[in-house]
């Protein structure tokens, strides 16, 4: 029953921005860790960020300072706003919630949305 929903990708120019948005449903959000991961093409899949229950976030070194994730636990929602994006940044973004914290192996992640692609380019 549970379900993750990813929205908001799109086509940017580099120096854009986008805000990415993710739904839980049928799923305890409060008692859940959210990040985002992301999956560029012959690339490992790796974590843009982390938000813990209470609001502690963690980034990736490649996103500081550009990308904020938030939460609105009373709306079960998952956000990442992304500012002045790169090229490098172009790859499918992935929701996903994993139980109490957060984790740097995605294989504790047990719920994950389709994706939502941001492509990056001139």
């Known amino acids: 029953q549970a379900q993750v929903l990813e929205s908001g990708g799109g086509l940017v120019q580099p120096g854009g921005s986008l805000r990415l948005s993710c739904t839980a449903s049928?799923?305890?959000?409060?008692?859940?860790?959210m990040a985002w991961f992301r999956q560029a093409p012959e690339k490992e899949r790796e974590t843009v960020a982390c938000?813990?229950?209470?609001?502690?976030?963690t980034y990736a070194d490649s996103v500081k300072g550009r990308f904020t994730v938030s939460r609105d636990n009373a709306e079960n929602t998952l956000y990442l706003q992304m500012n002045n994006l790169k090229p490098e940044d172009t790859a499918m973004y992935y929701c996903a919630a994993n139980y109490l914290v957060c984790s740097d192996d995605s294989a504790d992640f047990g719920y994950w949305g389709q994706g939502t692609q941001v492509t990056v380019s001139s």
């Open positions: 049928g799923l305890p959000f409060n008692d859940y860790a």
């Open positions: 938000i813990s229950r209470i609001g502690y976030t």
